[in-house]
């Protein structure tokens, strides 16, 4: 529609005046002619098909369903209710639930390998101590070791005779 | 009577009032989903259980809400619904590489004469949205602020719709 008429509506209140101004630009303008031409085409694209009119009612097949759904449907109306978000919500939920597994497992993965490290070059670092024999003034004498990640302890006692 | 006591007298358990809600708005329901779907089987079902629908879910009925435009957004929603089923399926022929048959098994001529030629080519050309708001403009008359209710959008967008249908239709029409 081209904007004179725009201007007709936006600038007369007056009913009659517009609708006659209108009526005649309408009769002289080629643009505002083909416009309504193809308004008018594009309306009779969306035809009313004969059937339709001809067609039965369809309250028998509907009043089936309703008898049918209805037994079934009010017994299960709990659960079916659960399946009625829409499909993008359950999608991103599924998204997030990977992503948050996928996260557990990079760390999962991560600590295991770091904790295996660590066991391996704590081994390497104190390596074991095997005591085979330890005499204190020609007394048997017991060992005592005490490790940690960076040091390793060994002290020896005697033996209280009295307790052999 | 009109369609609010209609929907009063079934909520009180009146189950054959609604016969009379599926008299008065069968064909316009049908006509609206054959526009969109273009498919005469396709139209029946959907508006059956469009209705269906409704009666099950009258009880969330807003009463100022005009049943006609509630009913509307049911059978477009469940078009939509149609539309994607269908999308999927092809794709999934497609894979299969049954197309041509199952093309040759669909091709009677009882429904090539229904689905003609003109108006699948429309339908090729406008996308669902834009068609169910050129055929609630144009055939019901309604208003854009009704129709962006229907299909559950900003009342700009559905006129974006219908220029982008309009345009679409004017390219065609002008080709033919």
Same mark, same amino acid.
């Given at each position: 529609m081209? !904007? %004179? *008429?725009?201007?007709?509506?936006? %600038? *007369?209140? *007056?009913? =009659? /005046?517009?609708? /006659? %101004? *209108? #009526? !005649?630009? /309408?009769?002289?303008? &080629?643009?505002? #002619? !083909?416009?309504? =031409?193809?308004? #008018? &085409?594009?309306k009779g694209s969306f035809t009313k098909p004969e059937w339709i009119a001809q067609e039965h009612s369809l309250w028998p097949q509907i009043q089936e369903k309703i008898h049918m759904l209805g037994r079934e449907g009010i017994q299960s109306g709990e659960t079916k209710k659960i399946f009625l978000f829409p499909r993008w919500q359950w999608a991103l939920a599924g998204l997030a639930l990977l992503i948050l597994a996928g996260i557990f497992l990079v760390l999962d993965i991560g600590l295991i390998q770091r904790s295996k490290k660590a066991e391996v070059s704590l081994a390497l670092k104190n390596p074991q101590v095997n005591i085979i024999h330890a005499e204190i003034h020609g007394k048997k004498a017991t060992p005592f070791i005490y490790q940690t990640s960076e040091n390793l302890y060994i002290w020896f006692g005697e033996i209280n005779q009295e307790e052999d | 009577m009109d369609d609010k006591n209609i929907i009063s007298r079934c909520l009180m358990g009146d189950g054959e009032a609604f016969e009379m809600l599926v008299n008065r708005y069968q064909s316009q329901i049908l006509h609206f989903t054959w526009n969109i779907l273009g498919d005469k089987e396709e139209a029946k079902d959907v508006t059956q259980d469009s209705f269906v629908r409704s009666y099950f879910h009258l009880q969330s009925y807003d009463p100022n809400r005009s049943f006609k435009t509630w009913l509307y957004t049911i059978a477009y929603n469940r078009c939509m619904d149609k539309i994607r089923e269908k999308q999927s399926r092809t794709r999934f022929t497609k894979k299969m590489g049954n197309e041509q048959r199952l093309i040759r098994r669909r091709d009677n001529p009882e429904k090539r004469l229904e689905d003609s030629e003109h108006y699948l080519l429309i339908l090729k050309k406008l996308n669902g949205k834009e068609r169910t708001a050129l055929t609630l403009k144009l055939n019901e008359g309604y208003l854009s602020r009704e129709i962006a209710e229907i299909l559950g959008c900003k009342e700009s967008t559905v006129r974006v719709y219908i220029l982008n249908a309009k345009r679409k239709l004017k390219k065609f029409l002008e080709k033919k």
């Open positions: 081209c !904007k %004179l *008429i725009r201007f007709f509506y936006l %600038l *007369i209140p *007056i009913h =009659g /005046f517009r609708a /006659f %101004l *209108i #009526q !005649k630009h /309408f009769a002289a303008c &080629s643009v505002c #002619q !083909k416009e309504w =031409g193809m308004d #008018q &085409s594009a | -």
